[in-house]
């Protein structure tokens, strides 16, 4: 079993920052490949971003891609989401997942989820 606990939301204005983390507990973090997804009101929910289990391979939307970066520090057993240039239309809940298999988080099929953190982008 594995657990995801996401902190880091909040109220940012537009072309600011924000980093995310998840922290889990249960299994062995390192061999999960972590996702970050996103789910805005009224729409289904979206995949943002995946690294590997080793962190060697990441992956990102193209909604996202040169203003968000994944990142994870096994020590802490916590994956992050750094998130720059932030837009009004990146509001939405976001969630942590995890899968040992990678191709499942990129497929957004994943195996365990964290209960949410909102993000608000206001123009």
């Known amino acids: 079993q594995v657990q995801l606990v996401e902190s880091g939301g909040g109220l940012v204005q537009a072309r600011g920052s924000l980093r995310l983390s998840c922290t889990t507990s249960?299994?062995?973090?390192?061999?999960?490949?972590m996702g970050w997804f996103r789910q805005a009101p009224g729409k289904e929910r979206e995949f943002v971003a995946a690294?590997?289990?080793?962190?060697?391979?990441?992956y990102y939307a193209d909604s996202v891609k040169g203003r968000f970066t994944i990142s994870r520090d096994g020590a802490k057993n916590t994956v992050y989401l750094q998130m720059n240039s932030l837009k009004p239309e990146d509001t939405a809940v976001y969630y942590c997942?995890?899968?040992?298999?990678?191709?499942?988080?990129?497929?957004?099929?994943?195996?365990?989820w964290g209960q949410g953190t909102q993000v608000t982008v206001s123009s």
């Open positions: 249960g299994r062995t973090f390192s061999s999960y490949a």
């Open positions: 690294i590997s289990w080793t962190g060697g391979s990441t």
């Open positions: 997942a995890a899968d040992s298999r990678y191709e499942l988080v990129l497929n957004s099929r994943c195996h365990y």
